[in-house]
Nanobody, 128 residues
Framework: QLQLVESGGGLVQPGGSLRLSCAAS????????IGWFRQAPGKGREGVAC????????YYADSVKGRFAIFRDNAKNTAHLQMNGLKPEDTAVYYC?????????????????????WGQGTQVTVSS
């Protein structure tokens, strides 16, 4: 059983930055593709960014390209989402998820919102 714990959410002004972190309780962290998802009130869950397990290939939703960056540290069992240029429409609960590597692809994980394990979520609010 893999447990994921997100941290780093909060209130930030438009144009500001936040870094979200996802800590995993598993020595096999590098077996998993990791993704960040978000869900705003009244909306479905959206894949924001996903990263491969070994080659660290990445996929980003069009809405965050050029502003967000996903990266991972397999030695520390952690993954991060650096969010810059935040906009009010980025306001949502952000979730970290892990998917056992193999098929489907990194892109599929994000587009189809796939995950074998999910964290509890962290709130990000962008407001002046």
């Amino acid at each position: 059983q893999l447990q994921l714990v997100e941290s780093g959410g909060g209130l930030v002004q438009p144009g500001g930055s936040l870094r979200l972190s996802c800590a995993a309780s598993a020595f096999t962290f590098d077996y998993y593709v990791i993704g960040w998802f978000r869900q705003a009130p009244g909306k479905g869950r959206e894949g924001v960014a996903c990263i491969g397990s070994i080659d660290s290939s990445t996929y980003y939703a069009d809405s965050v390209k050029g502003r967000f960056a996903i990266f991972r540290d397999n030695a520390k069992n952690t993954a991060h989402l650096q969010m810059n240029g935040l906009k009010p429409e980025d306001t949502a609960v952000y979730y970290c998820a892990a998917l056992r590597r193999g098929s489907p692809s990194v892109q599929d994980m994000c587009v189809l919102a796939l995950g074998d394990y999910w964290g509890q979520g962290t709130q990000v609010t962008v407001s002046s």
